[in-house]
Structures are given as C-alpha cells and as structure tokens.
C-alpha cells in the first residue's frame, strides 16, 4: 500500500566513479539496488513487520503526507498550510514551520525544472545522446526523491489534529448522478474507447539488461481525463517479447522514489516485457493538494469508482498497444491496488475484442471484494468507521451496492491454469478471507495457489528472496515468445 523504501546514495556519486560509461553507470544501480533489495527482504520479510507497517503508515507516512501536500497550497504562508490540511493554529513554532515551507518549496520547484528538462530529453523534438538521457533520468529521480522525502521537515506538527487523509464524502444523490446507471449495466463503464487514443513513446535509456522508455496518452476516462503515463522494460535483444501490465499499490509511486520495493525486476530478466501505468492520481498524474493516491481514499466513494473504471479503460488501451507491438502473449498482474486492478480488468474483457484479452495473470495481495476491504479492512480506520459516510446518509447496503461493481462478476477471460496469485494468511488490507475463496472459484491449480504466513506488506518483501510465485508464473506463461 505505502512506500517501503530507504534513502540510497544520490546518482552523483554513483555517476563520478563511472563517467563518460553511461551503461556501467545504470548497471553499478541496478547491482547497487539489487544488493539492497535483498538485505531489506531478509530484514523485514517476516509477519512482524506488519503491524509495524501499518502503524508507521497511520501514524507518520499518511499524516506527514497529508502535511506535505498542504504545503503545496500554502505558497510559503502558515495560514494558508494550517487551512489546507486542515489542523488547528498551532501556538509558537511559527519559525521552524516558515522554515519547513521554504524547504519545501526550494525543493518542489527544483523538482518542477528537472522534469521539464527531463519531457524535452525524452518527448521533445530534438534528440540527445544516450549518456546525457541516462543523466538527466538520474537526476530527475534524484530530484524527485527528494523532493517526496520533504515530509520529514513537517514531522514536528505530526498529532492527534492532522488527519491521514483529507476525507470528502459524497451523497448518496451525488454518487447516484454519476454511477446510478452502472448498478444497471456496468459495461459501458468500463469499456474501451471507441478510437484509441495516440500513444506518445519516448526516447530510450539502457541498463545492462533492459532498454527502457515511457509511453503516454491521454485518458480515455472523462472523469480523469488527465494524461497517462508508463514506464516500459524491454529486454535487449527480444523480439516479439511476451507482456505483461503490472500495476502498482496504492500510495506507491514506484517511478519517483528511490528504493522502493520492486517486484517487477526478475520478471524482465526472465524475458518479459513489463509495462508499469502509473494510477489514476499517483506520480505524474497527481493533483495539486494532495499526496499520491489520497484523492482515491478520500474522495468516497467516487474516487475508488473514477479510479477503477478509468484504470480498466487505460489497460485496455495498453493491452491495444502490447498486441500492436509484440506477438507475444499478454498478462495481467500487479500488487494490492494493480492486483485489484489488473483482475477487474481481465473480468471485464470478457467484454471486450478478443486480441484485448490477457492470456495470463500474476496477483500478489488481492481480495474479492471492494466493500470488505473498505469497510472491514486496515483501510477503515483511516475513514473514522465510516462515521462521516454514515453522517450523510450512507448505510452499509447502499456503500456495498456501489463497491460491488468492483468485484469480479465472472470468471476472468484468462484460463485457470494460467493464473498464478500469491496472499498472506495475515492480510487484513486487502482481506484474505475474501481472496482465498476468489482464487478457488475461478479454479486456479493449487500449484498456482500460493499462501504465505505473512501479512499486506511483508508478502512483497519476502517475494524478493522467495522467487517461486514469479517462477511458477514464468513457467505457465512457457516464459518465451509466443
């Protein structure tokens, strides 16, 4: 769900050792990262970090977060910051919060010119050589880390009057205006466009093992109707790779941390293609005053339908695009929210063309039902027990009614045998209860079937050192061109 991710010497000094050899300067990375991924999966792969997890994301990730995306309405003003959280006037301290914003300021608008000049490098119309490509993403990463790692100078104000999130609850009639006629014929609400949109692709940068680039398009969701983006890894040398979307968790901006948790990295070494959308309000797509994926929690319920139905619709296009540029298969996967998404997806294309539909899933962390993991799942207790929801007019037949479109309906267009899901017996965040009876429904083999002692965030973790679910996967999936 949140980051997991540690603070990694800056791409200057790696890039000092290693000049003028921008390929040796991205494979020393990758080792470099590799190296850390395992010490941190040995470290914290274990059911304990759980509830550690989840009360490091309650009560310092979420609220030091929430703080942060104020400050981006503040312009430098506490007035402004304590109205945007929002949080009581705090008495004293006004210098050290002055201070905070500057900070945060300096860093946001570094941020903002290193990502111009990274949309010149890689989207412009004059090209650049691969050793200034890989720099300029080097310190765009740089840049951008830092600038989320801004959280810290507001840990200070962290107390019982900062909220997780900033709630807003829509009526019963509001929700009703937009989504009434879904409860009716769902379809249309997650169909794909009737012309896909352009696709934009960017120049390349190369690792050791991967060529990589971005693809962007516009929405094809009117209720975001922002532009998408996706970071493509390519293996060096495939031809007509197999495919595979894989979406990310909730609060997880995989393409603007440095040492995130990655679990897509053995799937591009064993051959696939792996395609990464960013979610509907996350990294490039993030509103202003809000920090990633908050607008899909507090906006209830609308923002998990706006995001669920506008990411189905965006899959179908990348799905459109995978088919346009490879004759390899297509899979579906992704962890906690890309697994929530990836299998409503695969659902709903039964609905869809046939060259649309994905030959296989990957699913690390999911349930079988929205309205569980909402209202009886870790995530609850950032909406106060749904108080406020109840406050204006909602009862729990009514919020199911809603989330229960978000369930799986039918079997996914995607054969058992080449389904392969990995749950925590201890996941209370996308609720095993309601996961495992999913998985035996759709009859997925028990050899596909696996079930670790481990809870929401420790099943990632331990997937780094424990590679059977991506190799069973890999193997399903004939692991080679179609």
């Known amino acids: 769900m949140a980051p997991t991710y540690n603070f990694s010497p ?12 921008p390929r040796r300067f991205l494979k020393t990375r990758a080792s470099a990262g590799w190296r850390k991924r395992a010490i941190m999966s040995h470290a914290f792969g274990w059911a304990w970090f759980d509830p550690l997890s989840s009360w490091m994301l309650r009560k310092i990730f979420l609220p030091s977060s929430r703080l942060w995306a104020a400050a981006h ?49 890689f ?67 997650a169909a794909p466009p009737d012309q896909m949109p352009e ?27 922002d532009t998408v983006y996706a970071r493509v890894h390519e293996p060096l040398g495939a031809s007509n790779p197999p495919t595979i979307i894989y979406g990310h968790g909730v609060c997880v901006e995989f393409d603007h941390w440095k040492g995130l948790v ?9 051959g696939f293609r792996v395609i990464r959308p960013e979610a509907p309000w996350h990294g490039r797509r993030l509103p202003v005053g809000f920090f990633g994926g908050e607008r899909l929690l507090a906006s209830f319920p609308t923002g998990s339908l706006d995001a669920f139905t ?52 990957f699913l690390v962390t999911h349930s079988g039902s929205m309205a569980e993991t909402v209202m009886h799942g870790e995530i609850s207790k950032l909406f106060g027990g749904m108080d406020d929801a109840k406050a204006k007019g909602w009862t729990a037949d009514t919020i199911e009614a809603y989330f229960h479109l978000l369930d799986p309906s039918e079997m996914p267009a995607v054969a058992p045998e080449r389904i392969v899901t990995l749950l925590g017996n201890r996941d209370n965040v996308t609720p095993f209860e309601s996961g495992l009876p999913l998985i035996k429904s759709w009859g997925v083999p028990e050899e596909n079937t696996f079930v670790w002692d481990r809870g929401h965030f420790s099943v990632p973790m331990t997937l780094i050192r424990d590679q059977r679910p991506l190799q069973r996967f890999c193997a399903v999936m004939g692991n080679s061109p179609a």
């Open 123 to 189: 989207f412009g119309p004059e090209d650049s050589s691969p050793a200034h490509r890989s720099a300029v993403e080097a310190a765009r990463l740089d840049a951008k880390h830092s600038y989320n790692a801004m959280r810290r100078h507001f840990g200070f104000l962290i107390g019982r009057y900062v909220p997780a999130i900033k709630v807003e609850v829509q009526s019963p009639a509001d929700t009703a205006a937009i989504y009434g006629k879904a409860r009716e014929e769902f379809a249309p609400f």
């Open 10 to 21: 800056g791409a200057a000094e790696d890039a000092a050792s290693t000049e003028g050899n």
């Open 262 to 270: 990655e679990e897509t990295y053995n799937l591009c070494a064993a």
């Open 310 to 361: 506008g990411a189905v619709r965006e899959w179908s296009v990348l799905a459109d695009w995978s088919r346009r540029t490879s004759r390899g298969s297509l899979s579906f996967g992704g962890t906690s929210l890309g697994a929530l998404t990836a299998q409503l997806a695969a659902d709903r294309s039964h609905q869809w063309p046939e060259r649309l539909r994905p030959d296989g899933m």
């Open 73 to 121: 309405l503040a312009d430098g003003s506490a007035e402004r910051f304590y109205d945007a959280v929002p949080m009581p006037r705090r008495i004293g301290g006004s210098r050290r919060l002055e201070a905070a914003l500057a900070h945060f300021d300096k860093a946001r608008v570094a941020a903002q010119a290193i990502e111009a000049e990274w949309e010149r490098v």
């Open 199 to 225: 696709i934009e692709t960017s120049r390349t940068i190369r690792t050791s093992t991967s060529s990589e680039y971005w693809i962007r398009f516009k929405s094809p969701s009117k209720r975001l109707g």
